[in-house]
């Protein structure tokens, strides 16, 4: 083998050890459990993430648009170490805050969970293999969607399916944040999990 292929060699070997290191990642990797649904709640979630029109807020007077304006650039100087580009930084808010105030959680709690679940990391993969920013379970496509696995690495169907399965939780719980938290992360009745969510939301608010 030539100096050349051994170098080539080498670099591929990097590449494929850091594109694993990543995937790895985060050590809060969710690991929501199947469990049995009643019918009316799987359709009430199939419903919730068939709806494939664009994250395009709508507001109902000028007020409430200038206070998401100012959530937007709040939440984007916060954001610009994660996600430097200034656009996928815009088009990940806009869509985090429409996905969030969809399902009726504070946009704040959901980039809490995303900082804790995957560190904002679009192509974050964990042990168990829940996937994307909200370490959505793949199990979940066959649940109450199209089995599309893959989708979950798309941005908004990733926080789409998170937030309705968060919103979810915190139903079957009777509005307990801290149960749904454990349930959301597969690990309910312990605090590690809903303490650092809430935590971490607590630097996301306004």
Same mark, same amino acid.
């Given at each position: 083998m030539t100096t050349a292929a051994v170098t080539t060699a080498a670099v591929k070997a990097v590449l494929i050890a850091l594109a694993c290191l990543a995937a790895s990642l985060p050590a809060w990797a969710g690991n929501q459990k199947e469990e049995a649904l009643a019918d009316s709640v799987r359709l009430a979630l199939s419903n919730? =993430? @068939?709806?494939?029109?664009? #994250?395009?807020? *709508?507001?109902r007077d000028e007020a409430a648009r200038q206070r998401f304006n100012q959530w937007l650039a709040t939440m984007s100087g916060r954001l610009k170490r994660k996600l430097p580009d200034e656009q996928l930084r815009t088009e990940f808010l806009t869509t985090a805050w429409y996905e969030a105030t969809?399902? $009726? &959680?504070?946009? $704040? &709690? *959901?980039? $809490?969970? =995303?900082?804790? !679940? %995957?560190?904002?990391? @679009?192509?974050? *993969? %964990?042990?168990v293999g829940a996937r994307g920013y909200m370490q959505v379970m793949p199990f979940w496509t066959g649940v109450i969607g199209d089995n599309n696995r893959r989708a979950l690495f798309d941005m908004q169907t990733n926080l789409r399916y998170g937030c309705a399965i968060l919103r979810m939780y915190i139903d079957m719980e009777a509005g307990s944040l801290y149960l749904a938290l454990g349930r959301y992360n597969g690990s309910r009745g312990r #605090? !590690?999990?809903?303490?650092? *969510?809430l935590a971490a939301w607590k630097k996301w608010e306004m």
């Amino acid at each position: 083998m030539t100096t050349a292929a051994v170098t080539t060699a080498a670099v591929k070997a990097v590449l494929i050890a850091l594109a694993c290191l990543a995937a790895s990642l985060p050590a809060w990797a969710g690991n929501q459990k199947e469990e049995a649904l009643a019918d009316s709640v799987r359709l009430a979630l199939s419903n919730a =993430i @068939k709806d494939a029109r664009p #994250p395009t807020p *709508v507001f109902r007077d000028e007020a409430a648009r200038q206070r998401f304006n100012q959530w937007l650039a709040t939440m984007s100087g916060r954001l610009k170490r994660k996600l430097p580009d200034e656009q996928l930084r815009t088009e990940f808010l806009t869509t985090a805050w429409y996905e969030a105030t969809r399902a $009726g &959680l504070d946009p $704040g &709690l *959901v980039l $809490g969970l =995303i900082q804790v !679940e %995957s560190a904002y990391r @679009k192509y974050a *993969v %964990s042990m168990v293999g829940a996937r994307g920013y909200m370490q959505v379970m793949p199990f979940w496509t066959g649940v109450i969607g199209d089995n599309n696995r893959r989708a979950l690495f798309d941005m908004q169907t990733n926080l789409r399916y998170g937030c309705a399965i968060l919103r979810m939780y915190i139903d079957m719980e009777a509005g307990s944040l801290y149960l749904a938290l454990g349930r959301y992360n597969g690990s309910r009745g312990r #605090p !590690e999990y809903p303490n650092a *969510v809430l935590a971490a939301w607590k630097k996301w608010e306004m």
